[in-house]
């Protein structure tokens, strides 16, 4: 299996499977000198984790990340930094049943097709959201880069803004409230129905779909390259590789398509001897290249494909059979989607900010 590396200068490459003995990934570009401990890595690491609430999947890992190379006293050397997580709850026996079978919505005809009918069924190997774990790990370490390189350092944050059908009131958007529920709601009253709404659909073995909003602040001005470099298209490439994210929209995104041009232009005032926008229809990205604005990105999830709902699907033989999965199964994968789509912000930002400092200097 090819392309499990992501990024130019500063990238990563993950590696392990969802009920394998181990997975992580390998870092490489950290410039050296960067302080950072596992403690720092494993915060970011604890929001991912599964098992925090009944609302996601109660798989019980504790992720606790092992650096085995690229420090020496504390600091980054510069070498390649080796990140390893160990599984320590898997249950194969689960997927024992559909070893044979195609579950639809998920992976396993594409993977078997592929790769001349070997799949790892097992919780879906690398198809399975548990590889976004190492993603997480190595977005911690971006961010440390970030902080490290930008001066007052840059803020990445993430917040569910729709379950199913059900929205955020953005009028009461604030961030403090995220870190105050289990969905990472910026809306106090919307979490509340959120979880009597998905009480109903995890109670009835169902699942949900989710957007998930992304904002990165204080992102310095000229980030990313025309044509084929340009920053937003590698954050759309770097949203859509995650797990079950079947779109992604920048700033209005979509919207734009319902604008006329005077309502969609970020116009443009002098204040303090800076340029100054009176909008960010934009998400922080013109042309290609970061405007100093908010960068904000948008993705959406689909909802979780193993389902105890019987749904049709074929065996490896040819049969017609109807798949139910069992096993723990988050009702919505998109809440624990957030810490991955902020680590994702901050692998492409540290990135290009690399790649900035070689052209530019």
Same mark, same amino acid.
């Given at each position: 299996?090819?392309?499990?590396?992501?990024?130019?200068?500063?990238?990563?490459?993950?590696?392990? *499977?969802?009920?394998?003995?181990?997975?992580?990934? @390998?870092?490489?570009?950290? &410039?050296?000198?960067?302080?950072?401990?596992? =403690?720092?890595?494993?915060?970011?690491?604890?929001? %991912?984790?599964?098992?925090?609430?009944?609302?996601?999947?109660?798989?019980?890992?504790?992720?606790?990340?092992?650096? #085995?190379?690229?420090?020496?006293?504390?600091?980054?050397?510069?070498?390649?930094?080796?990140?390893?997580? %160990?599984?320590?709850?898997?249950?194969?026996?689960?997927?024992? %049943?559909?070893?044979?079978?195609?579950?639809?919505?998920?992976?396993?005809?594409?993977?078997? !097709?592929?790769?001349?009918?070997?799949?790892?069924?097992?919780?879906?190997?690398?198809?399975?959201?548990?590889?976004?774990? =190492?993603?997480?790990?190595?977005? =911690?370490?971006?961010?440390?880069?970030?902080?490290?390189?930008?001066?007052?350092?840059?803020?990445?944050?993430?917040? #569910? @803004?729709?379950?199913?059908?059900?929205?955020?009131?953005?009028? $009461?958007?604030?961030?403090?409230?995220?870190? +105050?529920? &289990?969905?990472?709601?910026?809306?106090?009253?919307?979490?509340?129905?959120?979880? *009597?709404?998905?009480?109903?659909?995890?109670?009835?073995?169902?699942?949900?779909?989710?957007?998930?909003?992304?904002? !990165?602040? +204080?992102?310095?001005?000229?980030?990313?390259?025309?044509?084929?470099?340009?920053?937003?298209?590698?954050?759309?490439?770097?949203?859509?590789?995650?797990? $079950?994210?079947?779109?992604?929209?920048?700033? $209005?995104?979509?919207?734009?398509?319902?604008?006329?041009? *005077?309502?969609?232009?970020?116009?443009?005032?002098?204040?303090?001897?800076?340029?100054?926008?009176?909008?960010?229809?934009?998400?922080?990205?013109?042309?290609?290249?970061?405007?100093?604005?908010?960068?904000?990105?948008?993705?959406?999830?689909?909802?979780?494909?193993?389902?105890?709902?019987?749904?049709?699907? @074929?065996?490896?033989?040819?049969?017609?059979?109807?798949?139910?999965?069992?096993?723990?199964?988050?009702?919505?994968?998109?809440?624990?989607?957030?810490?991955?789509?902020? $680590?994702?912000?901050?692998?492409?930002? =540290?990135?290009? #900010?690399?790649?900035?400092?070689?052209?530019?200097?």
């Amino acid at each position: 299996m090819s392309h499990n590396t992501f990024g130019h200068l500063f990238r990563f490459t993950t590696w392990g *499977e969802s009920h394998g003995p181990a997975l992580g990934c @390998v870092v490489d570009g950290t &410039p050296p000198g960067i302080s950072i401990d596992a =403690a720092e890595i494993q915060h970011w690491l604890d929001r %991912r984790k599964p098992g925090q609430s009944r609302f996601v999947t109660q798989r019980r890992e504790p992720d606790t990340v092992e650096i #085995l190379s690229g420090m020496f006293q504390g600091k980054t050397t510069g070498t390649p930094i080796s990140l390893m997580i %160990r599984n320590e709850d898997q249950r194969s026996k689960d997927y024992g %049943r559909i070893a044979d079978q195609f579950r639809p919505g998920h992976a396993d005809y594409t993977y078997w !097709a592929k790769y001349q009918g070997i799949r790892d069924y097992r919780g879906g190997g690398r198809s399975s959201a548990r590889e976004t774990a =190492a993603r997480v790990a190595a977005g =911690a370490v971006a961010r440390k880069v970030l902080n490290h390189l930008v001066p007052g350092g840059i803020e990445i944050k993430g917040a #569910l @803004v729709q379950m199913g059908h059900l929205k955020i009131d953005r009028h $009461a958007w604030d961030w403090a409230e995220v870190e +105050n529920n &289990p969905f990472w709601s910026p809306d106090a009253a919307t979490a509340v129905v959120w979880e *009597e709404f998905l009480d109903g659909i995890r109670k009835s073995g169902s699942s949900t779909g989710a957007v998930i909003e992304v904002v !990165a602040r +204080n992102v310095p001005v000229g980030l990313g390259a025309p044509l084929y470099g340009k920053l937003d298209a590698d954050l759309a490439a770097a949203m859509m590789s995650i797990n $079950a994210v079947k779109g992604v929209e920048i700033g $209005a995104g979509f919207d734009s398509a319902t604008l006329t041009g *005077e309502d969609n232009a970020d116009e443009m005032r002098m204040k303090d001897g800076k340029v100054s926008f009176l909008s960010n229809k934009a998400g922080g990205i013109l042309g290609g290249i970061s405007t100093g604005q908010d960068v904000v990105v948008r993705f959406a999830v689909k909802p979780t494909s193993s389902i105890n709902t019987p749904r049709k699907g @074929v065996t490896t033989t040819g049969e017609d059979v109807d798949v139910v999965t069992t096993g723990r199964h988050d009702p919505c994968v998109g809440i624990r989607a957030v810490p991955v789509g902020e $680590a994702m912000m901050a692998i492409v930002l =540290a990135d290009h #900010l690399l790649r900035h400092r070689g052209q530019i200097g």
